[in-house]
């Protein structure tokens, strides 16, 4: 059966068809690269996915239960967990903090919470700045805290948008050491990237986006040598 469906999903801004009658189904426990060019609507459809628009038309559904339209803190109580393209952390609060208040968000009491915050930021080579300044931090630290925040709770879906831009190579490869692993232990993920390389050594299957369509959705090595793909990325820009 499928997990996370997406039919006939629609968004428009103005005269800008941003996302348009996108269509695919994911099962339990896929690892999806969503990919396309500059203004594909990659963001638009993470946007919609996560509650922050309603689409014009179309529907999303997990499992059996429709999620489109309802409100942000209604998908995250889904389990829906997200790092943003633009990262999001509180710069004027701690490390630990950070992780704790995202545990709060998810329903757990302080001691679980400084339990598994404790245990992430040991995982992602945080833990020696677990008292500093979330602001202080580099832009790969701050990218890794906020995928560690993804995990405080036990999350359905985390939804990756561009967790690898401008994040040096050691980070990098922790960031994609967690994904993987998790992925082993049956966690779903859809990925927004355009570092090619890093879809194609984690994602087993890529949908692409071209002026709001889906233009392609396969094997992500078949997607790459596709034609269409390869021209839509050549041509730049959406529309
Ligand atoms: N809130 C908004 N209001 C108006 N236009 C928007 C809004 N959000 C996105 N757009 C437009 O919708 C189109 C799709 O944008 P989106 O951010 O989804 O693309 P993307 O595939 O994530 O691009 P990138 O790879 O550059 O991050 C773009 O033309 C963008 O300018
Ligand atoms: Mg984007």
Do not use: W
Request: hydrophobic share 45%; aromatic share 6%.
């Amino acid at each position: 059966m499928s997990y996370l469906t997406f039919d006939g999903v629609s968004k428009r801004f103005g005269g800008l068809q941003a996302v348009a009658n996108v269509s695919f189904r994911m099962a339990r426990g896929e690892l999806l690269a969503l990919i396309g060019p500059n203004g594909s609507g990659k963001t638009t459809l993470l946007n919609i996915l996560s509650g922050y628009y309603a689409p014009d038309s179309g529907s999303i559904s997990l499992e059996d239960t429709a999620i489109h339209g309802l409100k942000p803190d209604q998908v995250a109580h889904r389990g829906f967990a997200r790092m943003f393209q633009l990262t999001r952390v509180f710069r004027r609060m701690s490390v630990m903090d950070n992780l704790l208040v995202a545990g709060y968000a998810v329903g757990l009491d302080h001691a679980a919470a400084a339990k598994n915050a404790a245990r992430l930021t040991e995982e992602l080579g945080l833990s020696h700045l677990n008292d500093e300044d979330a602001g202080r931090l580099s832009g790969g630290q701050q990218k890794l805290l906020e995928f560690g925040g993804c995990f405080m709770g036990e999350p359905t879906v985390v939804l990756l948008d561009e967790p690898f831009a401008a994040i040096h190579p050691s980070m990098k490869e922790i960031l994609a050491r967690r994904i993987k692993e998790r992925h082993d232990e049956g966690q779903t993920f859809i990925i927004v990237s355009h570092d090619i390389p890093a879809v194609l050594e984690l994602c087993p299957r890529a949908v692409v986006m071209n002026a709001g369509e889906v233009i392609a959705d396969d094997a992500t090595e078949r997607v790459l040598n596709d034609e269409r793909v390869i021209e839509a990325y050549l041509g730049g820009t959406a529309g």
